[in-house]
């Protein structure tokens, strides 16, 4: 056992995981990096904007699928890799994923992916389109070839987050089933899979709170991490002002054997939208993470979120802190 | 093959088909019972309206599940049986599923039943409310005790219906993914499972048609009728006026083999709201077809179908006849 | 105490009650009269629809005030005689309400008055216009002059009912807050006032019920009779289909003392929309109680309601089976 | 000048007009023909429905053009003929309409028409869709061929109304400018034309009314008729219920030179939706005006109008009488 | 009678109002405080906001009651104190209101204060939730205990705002009827009170104006200051462009006996959101004003507001230039 | 032909045009002015706002018509004039239209003008409100006096935009007929007229694109400028985010003859709100293009555009690229 009571693997040891001090003076859980965003709008020529992209350990660096909105504003994914996790260099080619079925494989478009290594794969999930928003699916080994499975779910679902290891020999997925809108409502469930394939076993996880940041709907944010004290769960939350949508980042545990059955869940935000970055952009006043490095000899923490539905940002926090604030503010 | 061109199957001989010969001068393709609704809103004395039900051969007679809505408007499911189809007689009590796990068995509302007999088991599926309306999924050997299995799909769903048996190995079923309220969009999608368990392979069927009485959403109506021209589909269609809904039903044929394909769709629809037990009720202008039944040996078919969302009625065609008006009017 | 537990008052005597026998067979606790509607749409020469009204014992034999909308749609109250409640007779000009204040006696519109007498006055609230519909009140002691006086509340506010005398020596009144359109919400509110002209002490009562008959919203019907059991309110709830609202009758008891508690509330509906004349007109499928007759002698209930927004009807009952409905399907 | 005040011209002298006379105890300005509907929905047998159309003497008898909806519900226009106005065949084939001009030409739906002779041609007016709908315009001599022309306005606009005669020297149209669909407002706007091609000189004439039966929408109705009072314009006009809109006629007067200016107009409504044909059918609560016969020798007027968008009816009235009507209750 | 108009008062004399002079070249009436936001979102370590709050003279200082929205977003009240009126201090716990009655004293949620003196005590009123937004009112003589009393109306309102003195013996309040939720539409009334405990003459004072920055919804801000023309009135006014509301600050004068007559209304706004700190936030585009002190021998003004619903902000202007621009721009 | 393509005429020779040089390093088509925004919200001391406003080219400098919004927020049009098409000088009067016809003349408001020159006058169009907005069309010789002729359309109508020239011996505009509120839908059309007062032969000439930053609505920006290739029209177009509309500019080409035709469109904008003063504002993220000057000699072209509906500002870009652009990203 890890100090921080992480699930200990050797893989979960990441000693170059980017990595900034809390700030001087600051008593939050969680803090920003003083250069956010990591990753602007205009990385690429074609991109009008980087955000909601999902980043993990990769060959000694990292490796990422990213959300790129072009200047159609079409929604694109991109391969890209960093040294450091700070500095990234994009594939200006949207990512082709190999599908023996045309009706599976026709790519309308696709958006907030999660990357998360199972075994000896990586997959990755989006919200895809067949008909409506789904949950895609599909696998590498090397961030070259991308093999696309069938679609989890039926239209209409977002956010769909893989757990990185089997929950009772199936595969696990937690999810946010929609409408085809701006949906308005939306509850985190949980599904298994013998194969990756079929799902079922519904469970519902839980949903919105009442006069709250996370009044309006929620959904799962970056894959969970695995501690002592149950699957770490950082997840967004949204209100609805009289002005639209704020979308903020709150924390919950779920039990490992379980994980539709909710330990704590904290009732503040870990972060909502303050800066500029995070207020003013294409969607204004959004945090929205979707990925996690940690390293295990540290307990370090790193976030990364899309800000304002615009650009990528970083934020820190220590993997036990933050158990310990789930569970004291549940 | 039969003259019908159903594909053939003693239990599909049913000399004791409700029946009633087109009318005299009549020209349409589908007729209505003279003495509709067979089934009146307070056949139960706490029946508010008994609509949109489910029916099928059993034992010599008939049985069915049905769609109660009881004096608190809350929505039930009870069994019935008949000797003509015509005559009914219902359990005053509504079915208490049996389920291993509270979470699932929790029984909160149900709706819009269908039954489907596969190999020597009578399969329900239903709307069925968990966190959202889902598509519920239940078998009983005798009408007696109702086996409750895990919901095919997460919410929002609805008209889930089983084919009547395995395709490629696999069940079978249309569903409509919905929202969580009066759905102003839906399509039909078909999914497969290896055990009514785990579920997956979803496939876009059939969309609404502008301009037509199909044009704002369309649902499974009956469990599918398999014959050499394909899978006989009727279903209902939604347009909206100024004054809401008008629900309507209409007819498809599905490849046999990939039913998610589309080999006839007729543009006009097979029965419209326009007798006042279809127009005036609980919702006026409601056509909901929820099950047929077909004596393979003279073709005939009789339609059970929900009216204004109050009252169960009948109509009556013959398979040929409908299967070329699907196919001449596609 | 009288055999139906109606706390007994000399004006409760009432043996020229209309009045009808449940009719042979009927299992229902209220029966409607076998001539509705008693009022047509058309007894004024210059009305489209006469509903929604308030009819109290007067002088032998029966007073009113009528919602009388005319050709123009513009919604007017008139008084009404009758010697036997069945047959009435109505001014055809609208009630000229007199007040001190031009500001309040400006009269826009009104509509679905209620009747109370208390001490030897009776008093009308209806939904008054007055920059958003609100609470009228007005007193007559002989239906020829009625003296207006201040709008019991802010808009936006609809369904005021006092009660018939005094709680802990104030007078008090059921509302229902509204919005200034098709309110889809509503609870029914409890307030009190030591003159009738500023109001305080503001209860909450109850809300609707989810998946149910009154699942949108509630308000309150004819003025509360006081019984053993406690205060008997006959009140409409609204379910909302996909083609609009349906308005029902349905029955709860209040506490004696503190009338915004509940003692017991019946789950279903008393009367819901099923006849032609309550499923068709203005506003299809609305039943709306406004006024209740009781002879205390017999225990017999005459309501009065309106159907359709279009025509008046009556509804029987006995005043201890309603209350035992109220207690046993609590 | 004829007693009924109208303009006189041969041609309004129509002593085959249908009629009935006003039923004995009646006081209402105008009254339904007691056969009413006068045309079935399935008169055709391919028609849904039959209502919304335009009807003008032709040949000694009438001619017609007719609003079919088909089983597809796809709104058509079709021609027909009566030798008494109450008894028509009309052609089960739609209007083709010529067209130089494939862009304006390709006929995608179109609905509600409105007819008018102007010279020795009849105009025909409708809604037609061209990227939203809009007013198209046509011309016969004879009933069999129809020449298309440009769409009078930008969409999008319904309710297109041709004046029978050039206002100071141009063609003089009614509309309603509409949103994209159930609009849910609505004023009457009129054009002027040197050559039916180019339309300018637009002018409001008149909107809702709050309060009343006109208090969302207004459209034109019939052709105007020119009586020395004014243009005698017969509309409809909708009001908002909880369940939807309600259509009900009313009337106006123009003034003859500019017609854009109301000299008259009546606060009641002439026919609002009171019977069952009225009030049930494809759309509850629908009565919609259309067209009109003058017997200019009797001042009979004869309209036709559609009921509950299913059906076409017929009401009688005399001019004189209701020209009174429009100024007594302005 | 002070050179500013303003009906003196001992107690108005505030030579340490907070205070900074017009900035060179403007010509504004109301300018800002060059140093805003007076109090940050995080004064609080756990508020996330602290914004459309209230304050007055006490005891030598400055004392207020501000709304602190918390890390959860839950809207919640905290008393605080200065000396100079820009640096505060705020109790990190939110206050606890002293009420006899459970029903009435527990605390859901509250938010927008205001603060007023009249007679030894100060007056708190806010939005307190009681199934539904209503006006809240305690009061307190020295900012420790705060006594709770009856909710002033039925819900649903907002911004109550006292009178300082009484109205014709009566205490006397502004509120703003809504609905339960981001409420498209609100009027001004007024209400009087015999002992602040039941209310009642509820009297219009104004609402909206089409096409200008208040075309929306308007609501009270501060507490109305006297002065010889007139209750001068600082309020909100609100316009929905297609990306949600605009706030802004307004002035009107109401008659000093009858307050719900307008004396003059400026057309034109005090404050837009034009800075960064008004148009980005929580909800951009907010200027909220709540709290005025008045200096009445300088006629110095200093308002209090909220600006993007996340922080405070001072402006300044003079009462004699203030009064001079309702009535000039009138 | 002028190297840039331009179709060649003295008066496009302007080599004073607003200018600078693309930055260093960026490959945009377009590029923004350094010293963004050109007018700032307040240049005139009534003005809340500066934007959508249209400049041309005007006796050896420049001149323009500009939108004004007032402390009021009313929408004014006001003329100004400007050396180097930089800094501005506004008269703070707004333009007083001369009409013969009270009907037309009454200005309720106007907004986003459009100036073109014809033959020897100017020719404002804007959108002007007359029962809803619509199309109002001024002509000027001197920028001194304006005459208003008929307003070109019905309601409800925005962004009419002359053409320069005539289109086959007829005037043309160009359209997006809307509906009465912030619409949620729009195309462009095209019309033509022969005297600027009667007008038809209406054409669609495209929609918005789904799935793109164009995929609610759009309209015409700038007076199309003639090319050899095609009509170069710059237009905006909006995408509808969970906060709202997301207004940005993009280019099309159209058929020279037969102007409703699109020869190419660029698929990616040209420009979306990326910078503070596009993004923060009265509506944020508004980027409205509405007069473009051009250099025939250079082929330079400067786009004045509104931003954020609060100023004005410019961007650059060459002819022949920015045909080039619409030409290969079609």
């Not at 996790?85 to 594939?91: C, M, P, S, T, V």
């Not at 989006?126 to 090397?142: R, V």
Request: proline fraction near 8%; charged fraction near 20%; aromatic fraction near 14%.
């Amino acid at each position: 056992m890890t100090p921080a009571g992480i699930v200990a693997d050797p893989a979960l040891s990441l000693p170059n995981i980017p990595w900034e001090d809390r700030p001087a003076g600051s008593s939050s859980v969680v803090w920003r990096y003083s250069r956010n965003p990591v990753i602007p709008r205009d990385l690429l020529p074609t991109s009008n904007s980087i955000f909601n992209s999902a980043v993990v350990p990769f060959d000694g660096g990292f490796a990422g699928v990213f959300r790129c909105d072009d200047w159609t504003r079409r929604m694109q994914l991109h391969r890209g890799f960093s040294e450091d996790g700070l500095r990234w260099e994009l594939d200006p080619e949207p990512i082709r994923f190999d599908s023996g079925d045309d009706e599976i494989g026709t790519f309308v478009y696709g958006y907030d992916p999660r990357v998360v290594r199972i075994d000896d794969r990586w997959y990755v999930t989006w919200c895809n389109w067949y008909h409506g928003p789904t949950i895609g699916l599909a696998w590498t080994t090397d961030f070259e070839t991308f093999h696309q499975g069938e679609n989890a779910f039926l239209p209409f679902n977002r956010n769909g987050v893989l757990f990185p290891r089997r929950i009772d020999g199936r595969f696990a997925m937690l999810s946010r089933p929609s409408d085809d809108g701006h949906t308005p409502f939306g509850d985190i469930f949980y599904s298994e899979s013998p194969d990756l394939r079929f799902w079922g076993k519904h469970r519902h996880v839980m949903g919105p709170v009442a006069n709250s940041w996370q009044s309006t709907k929620i959904g799962g944010g970056p894959v969970p991490l695995e501690t002592s004290a149950g699957w770490l769960l950082v997840y967004h939350g949204v209100i609805t002002s009289c002005n639209g949508f704020v979308y903020s980042a709150g924390v919950a545990l779920l039990d490992l054997d379980e994980p539709w059955k909710v330990v704590a869940r904290a009732r503040p935000y870990l972060l909502s939208p303050q800066t500029a970055y995070e207020c003013v952009g294409d969607v204004p006043n959004v945090v929205f993470p979707c990925a996690m490095l940690c390293d295990a000899d540290t307990g370090r923490l790193a976030i990364y979120y899309g800000a304002a539905d615009t650009v990528t940002c970083l934020a820190f926090t220590y993997v036990d802190e933050l158990v310990r604030f789930a569970q004291e503010h549940s």
